[in-house]
């Protein structure tokens, strides 16, 4: 039996948006959020390829590769930072300035990335821009997709939540997508023009996708929830300054265990996108292409079931779908290695895209509105913010480092990798258990 929609989303929550307000939101966040992820995956796919000999010449190949990989990991260190300031700003001035200053900040960085001279140009100088422009790109990006699901779930119907939020998380897999396919043009490049220039043409078509976002968000109205409950705050007084304090003062249940939550989801989503590159390549010895076509190919399954993951979650729940994908994944970490060791094409794809489809589809079709219903509006972009952030800095930007690390400690073998992604899969199943329990999330009984 469900309950009403509006049980689940706290007292001062409001009627969705009209259906044209409802599609332009989902326009803008989408969009958004392929650049946040394009910009990630672009990187990501960079540091398992390139990076290393481009940035770090002076250290061994597993050597230049963990320190790409740390380059990486710094722009999640700072995620947090960037999503609560930024949060802050969204939930006490409004949703729209602070998606627009989240989008050019991830552009700029974006490109500057594409410009900058390498090693050999001006020696370990090189390293340290390359390190501030991912703490720049991190910074915006920490609050990009909490603002996104904040933005989409305040103007959807109650009913679709999970489908409109799945949809952002499809389009993260969009920009991985994306990302993939821009490498895997320019790695047809003689290998000379590649490390050369070729590496640079995926950063600054950045450039685009960046002006586009901007000017459709510009044209975006505030959510009509966000107004009426700031519009309510007003007239009782209630208004907190800090957003931020009042989400730990009156959600610190739903703070840590949506925080723990997203644990497996993480260590899924960047074993798959950054992780796997690497080892099909520098371990496997798998072709460039071969590892990135396997990519490209799940990359796609994952574009198409994660909303129809979300539908499902509308419809059941999302704790159940959310709980389904944790368990998926806890099951399927060991097959899934032992297909692509298997060094085939075939294989390395059946097996990322199911990974991809299954796996990170239930976690992210469910989890955008999981974490939505948590928290009320007039903390809500912070809530979100904080904790996929907080998590991402400990989990999602150094997992790519530690299951190479783990490759290394295990001889080459891949079984601690699958035995840290079993560990965080259950980590997400037993918090979504227990913040279930407190009947606070999911719509459905």
Known sequence: MSQSPTAAYGADDTPAADGAGARRALVAATIGTVIEWFDYALYGAAAGLIINRLF???????????????????????????????????????????????????????????????????????????????????????????????????????????????????????????????????????????????????????????????????????????VQAMERAEQKQAESQVPVGELVRNSPRELLFGFLSVTGHNANAYILSAFTLSYMTNTLDMPRVEALTAVVIASFVGVVLTPVMGAIADRIGNAKVYIFGAVFVF?????????????????????????????????????????????PTRYRFSGIAMTRELNGMLIAGPTPFIASALVAAGGGSPTYVALYLMVTCAVTAISIVMIRSSEVNTGHS
Not at 147 to 167: N, S
């Open 331 to 375: 099951l399927f970490a060991f097959p899934m290695f032992a297909m692509i060791d298997t060094r085939s094409l075939f294989m390395a794809s059946l097996a990322m895209s199911l990974g991809y489809g299954i796996g990170f589809g239930a976690l992210a079709g469910a989890q955008g509105a999981f974490l939505a219903n948590l928290f």
């Open 56 to 226: 770090f010449p002076e250290f061994s190949d597993f050597g230049g590769i963990l320190a790409a990989f740390a380059t990486f990991a710094v722009g999640f260190f700072v995620r947090p930072l960037g999503g609560v300031v930024i949060a802050h700003f969204g939930d006490r001035f409004g949703r729209k300035p602070a998606l627009i200053f989240t989008i050019a900040l991830m552009g700029l960085a974006t490109v500057a990335m594409g410009l900058l001279p390498t090693f050999e140009q001006i020696g370990i100088w090189a390293a340290v821009l390359l390190v501030v422009l991912r703490m720049l790109q991190g910074f915006g990006a920490g609050a990009e997709y909490a603002g996104a699901v904040t933005l989409v779930a305040e103007y959807a119907d109650p009913r679709h939540r999970a489908f409109y939020t799945a949809i952002l998380q499809s389009a993260t897999v969009v920009g991985i997508l994306m990302a993939t396919l821009a490498f895997l043009i320019v790695s047809y490049l003689p290998e000379d023009v590649l490390f050369s220039w070729g590496w640079r043409v995926p950063f600054l078509l950045s450039a685009l996708l960046f002006f586009v976002a901007l000017y459709i968000r510009r044209r975006l109205d505030e959510t009509p929830e966000y």
